[in-house]
């Protein structure tokens, strides 16, 4: 039996237990990989001609139709008499995707004027018809 105090054996209190500080470590890696964005950069850097023909209407989802107070009719931002309603509408659906209608009317707004958008709307071919509430 060897009794030295320096027989070269540690004691089971000096042993460091790393386990908890490499789960930590791997939890961080993990968390910076999941977070960080990459930038991708597909071919060369160019400065296009401009073109001399009209850009294209982008596709939306449906055609609304605002009317004012005083019985004026918007799409989009341009007025509309009641005369040009059924062909404004009509050139409007033939770039929409989902062929529908939205109509936002002023509170103050005449009954009327909602129902002359909304015959207008079938007369253009519209395959969905909603009337929705004024936003604040």
Do not use: C, H
């Not at 789960?23 to 597909?42: G, I, N, Q, R």
């Amino acid at each position: 039996m060897n009794f030295r105090e320096g027989s070269g054996r540690k004691k089971s209190g000096d042993l460091i237990n790393i386990s908890p500080m490499i789960d930590v470590v791997f939890l961080l890696l993990l968390f910076f990989a999941v977070s960080t964005t990459f930038k991708e950069e597909v071919g060369l850097p160019l400065t296009l001609p401009a073109s001399k023909v009209k850009a294209t209407k982008v596709k939306q989802k449906n055609v609304t139709i605002y009317i004012t107070r005083d019985g004026a009719y918007y799409i989009g931002k341009k007025e509309f008499k009641d005369s040009l309603l059924v062909e404004e509408i009509k050139k409007e659906l033939e770039v929409s995707e989902k062929k529908e209608v939205v109509i936002k009317a002023d509170k103050g707004a005449k009954y009327e004027r909602v129902y002359k958008a909304m015959d207008a709307s079938r007369q253009a071919g519209a395959k969905g018809l909603m009337v929705a509430g004024s936003a604040k």
